[in-house]
Each structure stands twice: as structure tokens, then as C-alpha cells.
């Protein structure tokens, strides 16, 4: 499904924190020694949720284009809810940080696309990439140790 | 992506508030359809003369006392009330596509407009302070103080139905005024919403008052005696003929926002990219339903390969506007609000083809997402080669049809613009600051917009309006609202 209006736009970045959260949630059940890390990123998914949302409710007004800013395929920015079946830690790891990439390359390519058109949310999209930037030597870090 | 839900199921009825009560209406009943579904959503009354004069008895009787409530006191009401828009937020807007068919972002849009209205009002503290000078002669002093006047009525229109009427109501209430809103009875379920949300924030009764109805209505308050004021949003020719004309005769003041025919002018140093998403919610969104759509393109310059260019982007981009139900959160456009205007487009653009003009894109029969009827949907239409005699390129369509011109300069685009009786919203897309500012300088419209394609002022500044575009002399929103809705009473003083 194609996304253009900033409506869907916002739907796809709340899904993605909700998806990626529930991933930390059952990684820190499977594996317990780094149940902090995972829960705590879990918890500040909700927190870009609410970020993302202030920013869109806070800005959206009739006169800027919130049904023209976004092109963008839905199906590009799918991601998988829990870590595989029987997924050994480093397996799991790398499938975080992949999923973790293509989250980045959706706030990254969204904030592009409406950067001169939507107000604050493409700066908020930039700055919670920023944020979930800083997770990705912390998964590298530990899928060295897990080697 | 989703479908959003529906905040209103089945078939609602619609009550006036009075007095602080819901109460239903002895007048005829009218169906309320939601255009995009074809679903009647609710049962709307035209309210009769005994019903206005009610309203207005109670808004008369509630201003001695709420003028006395202190300017802080009525800020906090405010203050609560926009709380309450902001729990409601999404409710509200739901509302709004479901009754007038725009989508949800421009739905939220309209909310947040609004609701900002609210935010400035709640500034009347110092917003209606007055003014003092000491030894104006000696030992004379002179002061302003700013007066809130009796009841004021506030007519609606059917394009924006939350927001429209929150560029006046509350800067009334705040200033010290009680209010009867008219909606349209087309869309009446945001101000029945808006007024339950009043009555939670703690507005006494008879200082908010809501009667439902049509032309009887506004009949029925333009001639009311105790009606000291009017502010209205609609078309040209009943704002001029009916409204300002009807509000002369009867002593009350008016503000009245009427029709316009935008032009948008293209300079060939525009930022492309950015321009032609601009130029689609300028002429599309709201299925083009507002006054400060664009609806006419200008392109300036004699380079037929950049206008080709550009044209290529924005019918382009046009032809694959996602028509449907504005709760479904992938579409981009709605249908407008009946079948009755849309027929009326459809007939301008039968026009545009007799005249003469190029019909690039075809909105009569579009595609329609999710299964909705067709009865009120209009597509994104395209005329070129369009000139300043023909019907579609002077008159005000009020749909989603682009018609465009070319000028070889600038100076003979802004002359086209002049030339309009209307002068509501013109902008120019330009990255020359010299083009920006002769265009900002010498063009007869009272928004202006310098790359950006709605003109539409925040709430703190007036939505201006000139010419045709607008009658009376201050305006709704800000400053002016505050001065509109006071008079000036000068105090001298003296003591032996």
C-alpha cells in the first residue's frame, strides 16, 4: 500500500515503535542477561510514539500538505514482531539490527520527503532516528560479545 | 494504514441548546448525509422564529452577569474548554469527515485551527485591556476601556463546520458577549459537539447558545432586535446582498467573509519539488471547497519548455490523487458535500469545454476507492489555455477544477489578479525575493501567500479578506476580533 497523507504516514511510525517494541519485549524474555537493555528499548518506543504524535497533532493545519507529502510503499518498511522460532542470541541480534535499519531508512526517507512541506514532523522523524541510531553499536557490541 | 471508526453510529438527532438545555426544534426535519457514504447520519432541524427569539432571550439575559464575570474567570473557562477540544481531539475530527467528506488530515487540521482560536482568546486578560493618559489637560485624565456590546450571532458555513465558527465565538464569550451560532444544517453535528464541550467547560447558561436551520435563520437574526452584531462565512453574493446589506439596514456590525477565485503564480525560478504537493492541497484539498483554495494557476514567463515541464508534474501528480472515504487514512481527497454541488462543478466544466478551453484532466467520472458511491465525487480537473473572460477562469467554482493562464511577465500576472473582483487568498512560488515582494506589494488580496498555496492565517492574526472577498472592516481572528466584538467607551475625568 502506498503512503502519501501524513495520516498514514504517522500510522506506519506508530506501528513500526509498537511492532519493534513487542521484538525487545520477547528478546528480554528469551534472553535474560540483557533484559534491561531490551525493555528499555522497548519503553522508548513509546516515548518516539508520543513524540511523533505531539508533533503531528501539534503542527497539522489545513494549509500545509498533509495529504501530498509522503511517497511512500508500506511494504517496504515491514518488520517481524518477535525475533525467529528458536533464533540462537546472535541470530537474534542480527535480525534486530536489521530490523533496526529499516526503521532508521524509514524516518530517514520520510523525513526527506516532506522535510519542506510538513513542519515539525520531519524534524521529529530525524531526531528519533538520531535516538534509535544510538542503539545500533549497542546490538553490535553485544552480537561481538555473543560471537 | 487504517479505516478509521466511525465516532457517530447510526442516525443522530440534532437539538438546539438554549439556555444551558438540549432541546428539540418544532421546525421541519432534515436528513444529515454523510457524502462520502451516501449513509443519512443524522436528523437535523430548521428551526422556527419562536426557537431564535428563545435563543436570543437567553443570551440577552445571561450578559449582564457574564459581563460582570472578571476577564480571568472567563479565561479559565477557556482555558478549559481547549482543554477538553484537546481530549477530543480525534473525536471531533472524526465528525468533520464523516459530515462535511474531507479526509482525516485535513479534518485535524481544521481542529487544530480551530482550536487555536481558543488558545489566543484565552489571552483576553490583556487582550482587552484598555488604555490610560494622565493630564490630558491639567489635571484631567482620559481612559479607554474596551466594552463587550450584547448578543452577537455567528453563521456558519458548511465548508469548515468546526472551525469557522471558532474564528468568532470565542473571542465573543471571552470579551464579555453571549452568542447564538448558526450552523449549516448540512453539517451540524461539529457545533453540536463543540457546544457539549462548551457546556462541560462550564459556560453559564444562555452565553453559548446553538439553533439549528437555514435561510429562516439567518433571516430570523438578521432582523432580531437584540442582535447587535453578526459575523458570517459564506458566498459573495449572500454576504454582500444579504448579510452586510441586511446588517446596514438594522444597525448591527458585520463581518463578512465571502467568495474568491485564487490565482497561484508560478515563477520559472520555483522550486519545483516543493511547489507542485503545494499546489495540490491548494487546489484539491477540501475537494476545493474553501475560500482560500487556489483555482486559477498563473505561469509566468514565455519558456514553453518549463511550462510543459511543470504541467507534466502537476497533472502528473494530479491524476493520481486517491479519491474515497476520508476515514480511510491512504485517500487523499474526498467527495464535496452533495450532489448538488457537484453537479454544479460538473456543469462548470462542461462550461470550461463550450469556452473554449483545453480540458487536460477529466475529474467527471473519477475513480473512487472502497466502494463508496459516486454521488458527490469530483476528480481533479485541469483546464489550460483558460483567459480572464471565460466563466471558469472568473467565476467561483468551489470544486476541485484548476484553470490555467500564462502571462509573459510578472507585472502583467499581477494585473490579472487585480483584474478579479475578488481578493482573498493570491500567492506567487519563487525563489526571487525582488518577484516575492512586487507581488506581495502591489497585489489586491488581503492574504498573501509567498510559497504557500492555503493562505490561511493563524489565530492570531486577522483572516483578511478584500474586494468582492469581504464586507465590513475589522476581521475575524486576533486583534481585530477583540476590537470587532467591543466598542470603545472613553472615560474623562476630572475632580474639583
Sequence with gaps: MEISTCSGAISLSRELENESAKFYQEMSKRFEKDKDLFLGFAKDNAKYVTQIERAYYGVITDAIEGCFAFDLNEEDYRIQATPSKDASYSNALKEALAMEEKILKYYHTAAEQSKHLMADVPRNFTLVAKKRNERVPKLKALLDQAK | ?496
Design chain 2, 1 to 496: 494504514m487504517a479505516i478509521l471508526e466511525e465516532p457517530i453510529k447510526g442516525v443522530k438527532e440534532v437539538k438546539n441548546y438554549i439556555n444551558g438545555e438540549w432541546v428539540g426544534s418544532k421546525g421541519k426535519i432534515v436528513d444529515v448525509v454523510n457524502p462520502a457514504t451516501g449513509k443519512v447520519m443524522g436528523k437535523c432541524p430548521i428551526s422556527t422564529q419562536e426557537e431564535i427569539n428563545a435563543a436570543v432571550e437567553a443570551a440577552k439575559a445571561a450578559f449582564p452577569e457574564w459581563r460582570r464575570t472578571t476577564p480571568l474567570a472567563r479565561s479559565r473557562i477557556l482555558f478549559r474548554l481547549k482543554g477538553l477540544l484537546e481530549e477530543n481531539f480525534e473525536e471531533v475530527s472524526r465528525i468533520q469527515t464523516m459530515e462535511h467528506g474531507k479526509v482525516i488530515d485535513e479534518s485535524r487540521g481544521e481542529t487544530r485551527r480551530g482550536i487555536e482560536n481558543v488558545e489566543v482568546a484565552c489571552g483576553i486578560p490583556t487582550l482587552q485591556q484598555g488604555y490610560y493618559s494622565e493630564d490630558i489637560a491639567s489635571g484631567i485624565d482620559e481612559w479607554l476601556i474596551p466594552s463587550p456590546l450584547g448578543v452577537f450571532g455567528i453563521i456558519g458555513p458548511y465548508n469548515f463546520p468546526f472551525m469557522i465558527p471558532l474564528w468568532s465565538a470565542p473571542y465573543a464569550v471571552a470579551t464579555g458577549n453571549t452568542i447564538v451560532i448558526k450552523p449549516s444544517s448540512e453539517v451540524p453535528f461539529s457545533q453540536m459537539r463543540l457546544a457539549e464541550l462548551a457546556e462541560e467547560a462550564g459556560f453559564p447558561p444562555g452565553v453559548w447558545n446553538v439553533v439549528n436551520g437555514g435561510r429562516t435563520v439567518v433571516d430570523g437574526m438578521l432582523e432580531h432586535k437584540d442582535i447587535v452584531g453578526i459575523t458570517f462565512v459564506g458566498s459573495t453574493p449572500t454576504g454582500r446582498d444579504v448579510i452586510y446589506k441586511k446588517c446596514g439596514e438594522t444597525g448591527k456590525r458585520v463581518i463578512a467573509q465571502c467568495g474568491a477565485k485564487n490565482f497561484m503564480l508560478i515563477m520559472p525560478d520555483c522550486n519545483v519539488k516543493a511547489t507542485v504537493p503545494a499546489l495540490m492541497t491548494s487546489f484539491f484539498g477540501n475537494a476545493g471547497q474553501r475560500c482560500l483554495a487556489g483555482a486559477n494557476l498563473l505561469i509566468v514567463g514565455d519558456d514553453n519548455k518549463f511550462y510543459n515541464s511543470f504541467m507534466e508534474e502537476v497533472v502528473a501528480m494530479s491524476s493520481r490523487i486517491r479519491m474515497g472515504y476520508g476515514l480511510d487514512e491512504s485517500i487523499q481527497m474526498g467527495p464535496v458535500r452533495d450532489k448538488e454541488k457537484r453537479d454544479k462543478i460538473i456543469g462548470y466544466i462542461d462550461i470550461g469545454i463550450k469556452e473554449g478551453a483545453k480540458l487536460r484532466l477529466d475529474g467527471r467520472k473519477p475513480k473512487i476507492e472502497g466502494g463508496c458511491p459516486d454521488t458527490c465525487f469530483v476528480g481533479a480537473t485541469i483546464f489550460e489555455n483558460v483567459t480572464p473572460s471565460m466563466r471558469i477562469g472568473s467565476e467561483e467554482i468551489f470544486g476541485p477544477v484548476m484553470s490555467v493562464f500564462r502571462s509573459k511577465t510578472l507585472e502583467e500576472a499581477i494585473q490579472i489578479c487585480n483584474a478579479s473582483p475578488f481578493g482573498n487568498g493570491h500567492a506567487i512560488f519563487t525563489q526571487n525575493g525582488r518577484s516575492a515582494r512586487e507581488f506581495q506589494y502591489n497585489v489586491a488580496s488581503g492574504n498573501v501567500g509567498i510559497n504557500i498555496g492555503i493562505v490561511a492565517p493563524v489565530a492570531l492574526f486577522p483572516f483578511s479578506g478584500m474586494k468582492d472577498s469581504f464586507f465590513g472592516v475589522l476581521h475575524t481572528q486576533g486583534q481585530e476580533a477583540i476590537r470587532f466584538f467591543t466598542e470603545s467607551k472613553v472615560i474623562i475625568q476630572r475632580w474639583f
